[in-house]
């Protein structure tokens, strides 16, 4: 998948040439699909306002900006997408001033709009472990059910996101050192230790469910049966999983590599088993990984590294949820609260 949105036939030749730099720039530095097609997406949107204003990107001054970002408000757009685009008109103005082709990023000089507190929603330790011993692995299990909660383990014991928990391969466990091998975003590597129920439940997985998803199936039909589990193949699908269905850790019914729509539709269906309340997705489980690490004791750069994030900031929401999860306690036991 190219991250690169197509130009419109009115977008003159200055600013469909910034708009590639960018993404040749994106490109090279293995910035994620998905972000570089969003970066495609919103900077052609600017682009597109602005050929009439102003013919080259070159031209563009503060004020210019600051009268798109004020367009973006009277659209009624949140503050967090506004945030977001002003993020990737940045990186254009970056582009160019790194190639020579500007002497200041015009984008620097706005503030970034104010976003509203968002918490990530965690599962209490005790909620998560009723939702994967709900899973059943034992004697009279299928495949699918051995499978599911050999995935969930593993999602919660490493914090992992969805791309990554379909694009692991079978050689990326190493069952030795108790590790999993992950490749995140903008194709960085990490190894994060996985515990021994988690690796237990994979090694049940690789021993009695794997080998039966993949074998052939006799047709097509059968293929997309009563599960109706397919990998997922919307063209907007956010990464491309590493190596072919051969390699892929977790396979569908069909004996194909998950997508992450699967991911997310199986854990859907457990959590509406158990009564789990809310909505639960797999970032649901990666947020109560971090923050049950948290509260037992590891450090922000521990769980940062654990995480993948390329910035402390990024990790520090989890000191928030925290935050407000001892006032909540507060407001609730103390006589003068």
Wanted: hydrophobic share 35%; with cysteine; proline share 7%.
């Amino acid at each position: 998948m190219t991250g690169q949105a197509p130009s419109p036939p009115s977008l003159g030749e200055p600013w469909r040439l910034a708009l590639a730099q960018l993404d040749q720039d994106l490109l090279r530095t293995n910035t994620a699909a998905r972000t570089r097609r969003a970066y495609a997406i919103d900077t052609l949107q600017f682009a597109a306002w602005s050929q009439p204003r102003v013919s080259d990107p070159a031209a563009a001054d503060p004020r210019h900006v600051r009268r798109y970002i004020s367009h973006l408000s009277g659209l009624g757009l949140s503050a967090a997408t506004v945030a977001r685009k002003l993020a990737s008109i940045r990186a254009l103005f970056r582009s160019l001033r790194e190639h020579g082709l500007i002497e200041q990023n015009p984008a620097d000089l706005l503030a970034t709009p104010r976003r509203s507190s968002h918490l990530p929603r965690v599962l209490k330790a005790p909620e998560a472990a009723r939702l994967l011993d709900s899973i059943p692995s034992g004697i009279g299990s299928g495949p699918l059910e051995i499978r599911d909660r050999a995935l969930f383990e593993l999602a919660y014991a490493c914090g992992l996101r969805a791309e990554e928990i379909v694009s692991l391969n079978v050689e990326d466990i190493d069952h030795e050192a108790e590790q999993i091998r992950v490749e995140g975003k903008g194709s960085k590597t990490r190894y994060v230790p996985a515990g021994e129920i988690a690796l237990g439940a994979l090694r049940h997985y690789l021993e009695r469910a794997r080998p039966a998803l993949a074998e052939p199936r006799p047709s097509h039909a059968e293929h997309r049966c009563a599960d109706r589990e397919r990998p997922d193949e919307h063209p907007s699908a956010p990464t491309a999983p590493r190596g072919g269905d051969r390699q892929a850790l977790f396979l569908s019914r069909s004996g194909r590599r998950l997508g992450t729509s699967d991911v997310r539709r199986r854990l859907r269906t457990w959590t509406g088993r158990v009564g789990v309340a809310g909505e639960v997705s797999p970032h649901t489980l990666r947020h109560s990984f971090a923050t049950h690490l948290l509260d037992g004791g590891a450090d922000l750069r521990t769980i940062q590294e654990l995480l993948g994030h390329s910035s402390i900031s990024t990790t520090q929401v989890y000191t928030r949820v925290e935050s407000a999860r001892l006032r909540s306690a507060y407001a609730r036991s103390h006589p003068r609260a």
